[in-house]
């Protein structure tokens, strides 16, 4: 008796546990009576924070439909993209890569740029090894750390220190901006690139801005997909982020109009 | 495994299938769970570009990453080894205060996530790190991007697989033999090395094959650690996962060979050391 209690107590236990993982009902909603409709959105994961107030803009506006996000780095979007994922909208950080899923067929309206991206030297809070410019990074004890070229954070340094002339040798190549960001908020490493965005998010890494900066920007685009099942509520919500009224959002998270 | 002890005999003979009954209730879920392990793999086989995998192989970063995942995985298993068995012998045939406690904690690095356990190293290891910055001040060593980093990221999420399985076995293992030693004046240090290990060698060997496995596999942990620098910190977890930002099938044909060459290197080790088991 004893083991088909213990049984039924694990089996109460697992459902429960697959009622808190199942998708709740945010409040403010209708009655519950109309069935509400979910646009899903792929974006950049640097649009985290824009995105998500966006989208509570968006819900108030039209309560019949649900926004839901997946935030990750634009290229591992466009793979799970072109792997039949279910979205009706793809946002990428760099023009690259939604240039790729266009190319792929991914895409049914023309992408549109809607915000643009730009590098800055992100330094510990005491900047310890006292950088000023880009040059600086040359140095061979100051410890820098870069995107890898494979992401586009990285593909935009690359870019930034070849217009510049600077020949860098980073102790590492990071796997995305955020990662670098961690180790300079850490002090593990002296100075890395990142974009003007992610610093202005970070509470503890200081900023410094560069002539080079400019050739190396990253244009944001978004286009509808063709595996859209939502295409009306897709095509409103491309229209909101390219109104006027977000441009206030984006500014005030650090990302320059186009 | 003549050495075996008496219960393991008898479970092996209660287990033997009866004659003219299948056992449809263990063969059918076994299937399944192997064809549920099994599957996955099959669909990288399928999406292999097969024409490019040599042309891969003779890459000078691939074969970089492949060589520093072999060494730094086969240096951890050994610390984990060294390190790690005495530890298992403490959790499982000492008694102190405090020994759920530290039981329970050989098992913290299985339940957070790598990348959290690799920042937890950048906090205690790193330049800025409550031990690491005294090692910069007073020998001038800062430990993260170096190779020594990986290894230690390996060895911290490694170690515990070797620590709870030697742990079992050493639990399993019948104490009257250690006794016995122990009465006919060995001491406790030849007893250990005599009766205790050779009765847990198997344990030992399972464990350090799924440390080694482990920290072949290892991304998390050592991409926040140590950083990532072709040559230098990075292994073929992170040369996969940074193809795959490229082109997924660049990274299937990377995650082939890394699978091939440990299965390769596991089957060699198996024949030759364990026999049938």
Not at chain 1, 212 to 233: C, F, H, M, R, W
Not at chain 1, 236 to 249: G, R
Not at chain 2, 77 to 89: D, E, F, H, R
Not at chain 2, 164 to 176: F, N
Request: proline share 6%; charged share 20%.
């Amino acid at each position: 008796m004893d083991r088909r209690r213990a049984a039924a107590a694990a089996a109460g236990l697992l459902l429960a546990a697959l009622a808190a993982c199942a998708p709740v009902e945010e409040g403010g909603g209708p009655g519950g009576a109309q069935a509400q409709r979910t646009l899903t959105v792929f974006a950049a994961a640097s649009l985290t924070e824009v995105f998500e107030e966006l989208g509570e803009r968006f819900e108030r506006d039209r309560p019949d439909i649900r926004v839901e996000f997946n935030f990750a780095g634009s290229s591992d979007l466009a793979n799970q993209i072109g792997e039949g994922a279910p979205a009706d909208v793809f946002a990428s950080a760099d023009s690259r890569t939604m240039r790729a899923a266009a190319d792929g067929g991914r895409t049914a309206t023309d992408p549109a740029v809607f915000v643009r991206n730009t590098l800055r030297i992100a330094v510990p809070p005491d900047n310890p090894a006292g950088i000023e410019s880009l040059s600086d990074l040359s140095d061979p004890g100051v410890k820098v750390a870069l995107c890898a070229e494979e992401v586009p954070c990285g593909a935009a340094a690359a870019e930034a220190l070849g217009a510049a002339g600077v020949n860098v040798t980073p102790v590492s190549r990071e796997r995305d901006v955020k990662a670098a960001l961690t180790k300079t908020e850490l002090g593990e490493v002296d100075a890395a690139l990142v974009y003007r965005t992610d610093v202005r998010a970070s509470g503890e890494a200081e900023g410094i801005a560069f002539p080079e900066a400019k050739q190396a920007a990253n244009d944001y685009s978004i286009a509808v997909l063709t595996g859209a099942e939502q295409t009306g509520p897709a095509r409103a919500w491309m229209e909101l982020v390219l109104s006027d009224e977000s441009a206030e959002v984006f500014d005030d998270a650090g990302f320059t109009a186009v | 495994m003549t050495r075996a002890s008496p219960p393991s005999e008898a479970a092996g003979g209660r287990l033997r299938v009866r004659a003219g009954r299948f056992p449809w209730l263990l063969v059918v879920p076994a299937l399944i769970g192997l064809a549920f392990l099994v599957l996955p793999f099959a669909g990288l086989l399928a999406r292999a570009p097969w024409a490019t995998l040599g042309t891969r192989l003779l890459l000078p970063e691939v074969r970089g990453a492949l060589w520093l995942s072999l060494t730094t995985a086969t240096a951890a298993t050994a610390v984990a080894v060294v390190l790690g068995v005495p530890l298992a012998w403490l959790l499982a045939r000492a008694e102190f205060p405090g020994r759920r406690v530290a039981r329970a904690l050989v098992t913290v690095p299985l339940v957070i996530p790598p990348v959290v356990g690799g920042v937890a190293l950048l906090l205690a290891l790193g330049r800025r790190g409550i031990l690491g910055r005294h090692l910069d001040e007073w020998f001038g060593l800062t430990l993260p991007f170096t190779p020594v980093a990986v290894v230690i990221a390996q060895v911290f999420v490694a170690m515990p697989f070797l620590v709870i399985s030697v742990e079992g076995a050493l639990r399993g293992a019948d104490r009257r033999y250690e006794e016995a030693a122990a009465t006919l004046g060995a001491s406790r240090a030849v007893v250990f090395r005599r009766v205790t290990l050779p009765m847990v060698g198997p344990g030992v060997l399972a464990g350090a094959v799924l440390a080694w496995a482990r920290a072949l596999g290892e991304f998390g942990a050592t991409i926040t650690f140590a950083g990532n620098f072709p040559g230098r910190t990075q292994t073929m977890p992170l040369a996969i996962y940074l193809a795959m930002q490229e082109s997924p099938e660049s990274a299937i044909v990377l995650s082939l060979v890394l699978l091939g060459v440990s299965l390769l290197i596991l089957v060699a080790l198996r024949d030759r050391w364990v026999g049938a088991v």
